[in-house]
Nanobody, 115 residues
Framework: QVQLVESRGGLVQAGGSLRLSCAAS????????MGWYRQAPGKQREFVAHVTRGGPTNYADSVKGRFTISGDNAKKTVLLQMNSLKPEDTAVYYC?????????WGQGTQVTVSS
């Protein structure tokens, strides 16, 4: 069974940095796309960033220029480097991965940015 394992989030002051990681485990050859979504209290889950096998990346407008996503060639692991964090970035961050018609979600990790 395939599972996504996320690193522990954390508490960081505004302007600081934090790095999240996610790794796929189980019987799987590779992923086509891996990325991150987030959900703040009282809000809908929103797209943050993803990286596609082969290199192309995409970012939400709210994080462009501040966050960087990267992964290995097989897209079984993914990193999210978050810089210049803002209180608005506070949310539960969920790793997301897809392999053709199969979609997987992590359990979520809390990121809190204090002012």
């Amino acid at each position: 069974q395939v599972q996504l394992v996320e690193s522990r989030g954390g508490l960081v002051q505004a302007g600081g940095s934090l790095r999240l990681s996610c790794a796929a485990s189980g019987r799987i050859f590779s992923m086509n796309v891996m990325g991150w979504y987030r959900q703040a209290p009282g809000k809908q889950r929103e797209f943050v960033a993803h990286v596609t096998r082969g290199g192309p990346t995409n970012y939400a407008d709210s994080v462009k220029g501040r966050f960087t996503i990267s992964g290995d060639n097989a897209k079984k692991t993914v990193l999210l480097q978050m810089n210049s964090l803002k209180p608005e970035d506070t949310a539960v961050y969920y790793c997301n991965a897809a392999r053709y018609t199969d979609v997987y979600w992590g359990q979520g990790t809390q990121v809190t940015v204090s002012s």
